[in-house]
């Protein structure tokens, strides 16, 4: 039967269970990466496992988060990172060096290749015909450790491209307009794969904008064919060895399929406070803009940088806009310098900034107060830009340049732009970047493993949950809205992503956004002789979506969390409960969401039989002496996490 190549990239590294949707399935991983903000809580959860070499054919650790380094932590991790990829052969891109995924992209991506990365923009890779998933940093380890990973089968939705883009129109209009229609859920349970005769017009950073961006669709990952636009993207990086055809089966049939015509889009954005609030530009109405913030993992190629220095060149930024930018890669930075592209940057008035994620985690460059900010990001959260009361609207390349300029919301498409003399640059399909190896360290040696690990005083040991007990007496002490993202859950931003590393610090923030009093509430029921086993959050749908990181469950297990019941949850944060021994469980009835209130009591009797049973779980509310039921979905696999308490316990044989 013909495949996807989805399917058939998944069929190579198949190590056991069968290709069917929603069935678990173990695949081999050659390649993972991970970035400091996750990359702590990773690497001292591989050291727990206590393994040699890493298992993968490549791993490497990247530091692009946390690079401001406003007091001694940032640096302190950093040397951690770099003594544990010492330790156990994995390459180590320094602070500086750029984006995790822009540089996997430029350095190591392989076509037909699997790539597990601590981070939620891992799909990146899918621009070169890979499969690229995030993940938490549990799983990353184990890949490491195994070489292996464990996912339910995603179904798999095709999008057919035909036509061209238009000039003024780029990939980030592509995939706002696929999130314009399928919605921030519209890719869960499911990898996008990219198809049809409009791909040759786009080129591989092109391709890597739209996987990047499939992570706000809540999808599994995205893909793209491997083609000869492939094959010239890695001979100009030097590396034409990797290169394969890759494509899928002709014939083939997808369980969903979406049409995308360039010819037919035109600039659009992403209205606050969500990557699905999208328009076209022309109809966002009059919108005064105070800062542009042009970069990240989405958009901060060498291409999409010399068309916003084309844009710029000759000009100036409106005078009451601020305009900062962030190459993706130092090698980029370097090459804007040497073909002059940088000074007419700086010349236009743009503040360029260090090689990094910089304002797109909050960490520097926050707006000002109910300030209204342009930004080729990939997520414009409330709050995430560090400013809770700013407007975040995400937009290409073009269109932040040419606002910049114009200092309000607005397009240089439908010939306005031509008129005022711009000319878009024609770039090749791919440009050569000398990789900068000054950035990269290497340490292949066979074993290191007696390297000791650096470790400052910021760094804390993880919290472990304890085995599953019979029954479970909870406190709600959050009921949340639909949506709830990770940054709501575990804020980043310069107070608080510095401590990535200390888990107990960390946790006084948690939900900090949406409602302060939740850590206290939380330890008056986890407090000597309250009566009860810990507390529960209710959510709504979509809870966790957004970013991998395993905070937003390793702080609540650290204030005694047990249980989250949602009318659903995102992919990485149900697979980070669970792997902290956290029981993600679902309202059989969603209207059983609107029937629980802030210090409900809860209580669960027989957790172990209800969950072998696989049925449903019944929870008594003693508000009201009422019953409701809810349903888990558990792998056998996760059900042994649950038991243990966590991956780790029943990975070091603690399960029961
Ligand atoms: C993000 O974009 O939210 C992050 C920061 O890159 C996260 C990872 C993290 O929280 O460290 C992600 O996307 O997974
Ligand atoms: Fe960094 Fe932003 Fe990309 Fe996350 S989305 S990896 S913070 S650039």
Same mark, same amino acid.
């Given at each position: ?13 198949? %190590? ?37 070499? &890493?298992? $993968?054919?490549?791993?490497?650790? @990247? ?8 007091? *001694? ?7 951690? #990172?770099?003594?544990? +990829?010492? !330790? ?60 292996? @990973?464990?996912?339910? &089968? ?16 780029? +990939?980030?209009?592509?995939i %706002?307009?696929?999130l314009?229609?399928?919605?921030v ?13 409009? #791909? ?13 961006m499939g992570a706000e669709l809540g ?11 492939? !094959? ?24 969903? $399929? ?17 990557p699905d ?37 000759? !000009? ?6 601020? %305009?900062?930018? =962030? ?51 990939n997520r ?13 609207? #995400?937009?290409?390349?073009?269109? +932040? ?11 240089? *498409? ?15 399909? =791919? ?19 007696? $390297? ?11 919290? #472990? ?14 009921? +949340? ?61 979509? @809870? ?7 905070? =937003? ?20 944060? !149900? ?82």
């Amino acid at each position: 039967m013909p495949k996807t190549l989805a399917y058939k990239i998944l069929e190579d590294h198949l %190590l056991s269970g069968r290709l069917v949707p929603g069935e678990e399935i173990t695949i081999r991983m050659d390649q993972t990466l991970t970035q400091d903000a996750t990359g702590t809580m990773v690497y001292l959860q591989l050291e727990a496992l206590d393994p040699g070499r &890493v298992a $993968t054919e490549l791993s490497v650790s @990247y530091v692009d988060h946390n690079t401001l380094q406003s007091g *001694f932590m940032n640096a302190d991790d950093h040397a951690f #990172l770099e003594s544990v +990829a010492k !330790r156990h052969g994995i390459v180590f891109s320094k602070a500086g060096n750029g984006i995790c995924h822009q540089l996997h992209l430029e350095n190591f991506g392989a076509p037909g290749k699997t790539l597990l990365g601590s981070d939620s923009h891992t799909p990146t890779g899918g621009g070169l015909g890979m499969i690229a998933i995030g993940a938490g940093g549990l799983d990353v380890a184990v890949a490491m450790a195994k070489g292996t @990973y464990s996912l339910a &089968v995603p179904k798999v939705l095709g999008v057919r491209v035909t036509g061209a883009l238009r000039p003024w129109v780029s +990939a980030k209009d592509v995939i %706002l307009y696929v999130l314009q229609k399928l919605s921030v859920k519209g890719g869960v349970g499911k990898i996008v794969e990219y198809y049809g005769d409009g #791909l040759k017009a786009l080129s591989v950073t092109d391709r890597a904008t739209i996987t990047n961006m499939g992570a706000e669709l809540g999808a599994t990952t995205s893909v793209f064919p491997s083609d000869e636009t492939t !094959r010239a993207y890695l001979a100009a990086q030097g590396r034409a060895d990797v290169w394969k055809p890759l494509a899928a089966d002709p014939g083939c049939v997808y369980d969903e $399929t979406l049409d995308v015509d360039l010819s037919e889009l035109e600039p659009l954005v992403a209205l606050p406070h969500s990557p699905d609030n999208v328009v076209p530009v022309r109809e966002a109405g009059p919108v005064k803009v105070d800062q542009v913030a042009i970069g990240s993992c989405t958009n901060s190629s060498f291409a999409d940088l010399m068309k916003v220095a084309a844009i710029l060149k000759g !000009r100036s930024v409106a005078k009451d806009v601020s %305009l900062v930018i =962030a190459p993706g890669s130092s090698a980029i930075l370097a090459k804007l310098a040497e073909n002059g592209a940088l000074a007419d940057l700086i010349r236009a008035g743009a503040r360029v900034i260090e090689c990094a994620c910089g304002p797109c985690i909050g960490m520097g460059q926050s707006p000002c107060s109910g300030g209204v900010s342009l930004r080729t990001f990939n997520r414009n959260f409330r709050g995430r830009s560090g400013t809770p009361d700013a407007g975040i609207y #995400l937009v290409s390349p073009e269109t +932040a340049a040419y606002s910049a300029l114009s200092g309000v919301l607005s397009t240089g *498409f439908g010939g306005a732009g031509d008129a005022d003399g711009i000319a878009l640059p024609s770039l090749p399909a =791919a440009e050569p970047l000398r990789k900068n190896d000054a950035f990269f360290l290497y340490d292949a040696a066979a074993d290191k493993t007696n $390297t000791p690990l650096v470790m400052g005083p910021n760094i804390k040991p993880f919290p #472990l949950n304890k085995p599953l007990p019979d029954t479970l007496f909870l406190r709600v002490t959050m009921k +949340a809205g639909d949506n709830i993202t990770t940054d709501d859950i575990m804020p980043a931003g310069t107070k608080v992503l510095p401590y990535r590393s200390n888990v107990p610090y960390m946790s006084n923030f948690c939900f900090e956004t949406i409602d302060t009093g939740f850590p206290e509430r939380c330890r008056t029921v986890t407090e000597e002789n309250s009566g009860y086993d810990g507390c529960a959050i209710v959510g709504g749908q979509n @809870y966790g979506q957004g970013s991998s990181r395993e905070h =937003a469950a390793l702080a609540p297990l650290h204030l005694g969390v047990r249980v989250v019941l949602a009318r659903s949850f995102a992919r990485i944060h !149900r697979s980070n409960l669970i792997n902290s021994g956290i029981l993600p469980l679902v309202f059989e009835d969603p209207a059983d969401y609107d029937r629980l209130a802030l210090f409900n009591e809860l209580y669960f009797e027989n957790l172990p039989g209800q969950l072998r049973s696989g049925g449903p779980i019944t929870v008594r509310n003693l508000a009201d002496q009422s019953s409701f039921r809810v349903l888990g979905g558990f792998s056998e696999q996760e059900i042994d996490l649950l038991f243990a308490g966590g991956k780790i316990n029943l990975l070091k044989g603690g399960s029961r």
